[in-house]
T-cell receptor, first 115, second 112 residues
Framework: DAGITQSPRHKVTETGTPVTLRCHQTENHRYMYWYRQDPGHGLRLIHYSYGVKDTDKGEVSDGYSVSRSKTEDFLLTLESATSSQTSVYFC??????????????FGEGSWLTVV | GQNIDQPTEMTATEGAIVQINCTYQTSGFNGLFWYQQHAGEAPTFLSYNVLDGLEEKGRFSSFLSRSKGYSYLLLKELQMKDSASYLCAVLILTGGGNKLTFGTGTQLKVEL
């Protein structure tokens, strides 16, 4: 299994509070991704990183920010959580997506409930 | 933008063969992935196609036609444990690197 750890795995928070989810990898991979998964929508890309301090937006980036100050950690922050951000969040990593033999591995997921 | 389509649900019989189709329209195409996801778990990698043709891996095969924007996942000798969601995902090369965009998934139910 790829060395990916997401924390926290489960969290309940109140509307308006800031929340940070952490994705930690031990593979020294270049690419890291954050997705959310909701019924009827599948996996939707929030933000991704292609190197330290190099990040780009995905399709549902509003309300989220990210930080990658070192290779192994990719942080996803909800500045002011809303109920619409209740979801399962998945982190994924890859060294060189698109190169045969390099796949994209997913973490175990973080269940976030905003009440 | 990107558009990835796959059927929402499929049902098949244990021991049979099932084909799950995926069509896509996108610019910057750089390959197509198939993942399997059981309820409450993370997606797990099944296959990756970047060139036209068929890739076979045990009971699972995946096909790609870049000119038609079409792929399928073929599952043979179905088992009850194959009941899961199957996700088609397109890798897109942008100025900022490679991003992976998913379809909404196909829920496969395998029956006796």
């Amino acid at each position: 299994d790829a060395g990916i750890t997401q924390s926290p795995r489960h969290k309940v928070t109140e509307t308006g509070t800031p929340v940070t989810l952490r994705c930690h990898q031990t593979e020294n991979h270049r690419y890291m991704y954050w997705y959310r998964q909701d019924p009827g929508h599948g996996l939707r890309l929030i933000h991704y990183s292609y190197g330290v301090k190099d990040t780009d937006k995905g399709e549902v980036s509003d309300g989220y920010s990210v930080s990658r100050s070192k290779t192994e950690d990719f942080l996803l922050t909800l500045e002011s959580a809303t109920s619409s951000q209740t979801s399962v969040y998945f982190c994924a990593i890859s060294e060189s997506p698109g190169r045969v033999g390099n796949t994209i591995y997913f973490g175990e997921g973080s269940w976030l409930t905003v009440v | 933008g990107q558009n990835i389509d796959q059927p929402t649900e499929m049902t098949a019989t244990e021991g049979a063969i099932v084909q799950i189709n995926c069509t896509y329209q996108t610019s910057g195409f750089n390959g197509l992935f198939w993942y399997q996801q059981h309820a409450g778990e993370a997606p797990t990698f099944l296959s990756y196609n970047v060139l036209d043709g068929l890739e076979e891996k045990g009971r699972f095969s995946s096909f790609l036609s870049r000119s038609k924007g079409y792929s399928y996942l073929l599952l043979k000798e179905l088992q009850m444990k194959d009941s899961a969601s199957y996700l088609c995902a397109v890798l897109i090369l942008t100025g900022g690197g490679n991003k992976l965009t998913f379809g909404t998934g196909t829920q496969l139910k395998v029956e006796l």
